[in-house]
């Protein structure tokens, strides 16, 4: 894979969490919360931040159950909403779904950490699962 600079997203209806990085060095960084407004404006401020860091792949955080089964999960169509309208939108940026399972639960580790060196939460626990959803993305790839 050729180098580049990737958004990781994990999405929620109240918050994203996002999480950058880059293909070149595989690690990815917490970046902050989006709040979601809707889908618009979260789409705008998404095609804003993909300009600002020149993205050219978003991984959105994809839901399965622990079956890996795409079933029992009402935020789902949500999820593959927001592809659609990013896809449509960015016509230079790929968007793929990748596997979130258990993600928040590291999230709360890496955050558990972050208070003990640092007395706060810092970016909060939809961040810090942006940032586990994208190493998971780079260290498969």
């Known amino acids: ?20 990085g880059d293909t070149e060095f595989g690690i990815a960084f917490p970046r902050g919360v989006i709040l979601n407004k809707g889908i618009s404006d979260l789409v705008d401020k998404l095609e804003n931040l993909c300009k600002e860091i020149d993205a050219k792949l978003i ?26 309208k990013l896809e449509n939108r960015l016509d230079e940026v790929k968007v793929i779904l990748y596997d979130e399972r258990l993600s928040s639960f590291e999230a709360d580790k890496l955050m558990e950490e972050a208070m003990k060196s640092y007395g706060k939460k810092q970016l909060g626990r939809d961040a810090y699962a942006a940032q586990i959803i994208l190493q998971r993305f780079f260290d498969k790839i």
């Open 1 to 20: 894979m050729k180098e580049e600079k990737v958004l990781a997203l994990d999405y929620g209806r109240k918050r994203v969490g996002v999480a950058t």
């Open 59 to 84: 991984v959105i955080g994809f839901p399965l159950n622990m079956r890996e089964e795409q079933i029992e999960n009402e935020i789902i169509p949500d999820v593959k909403n927001l592809k659609n």
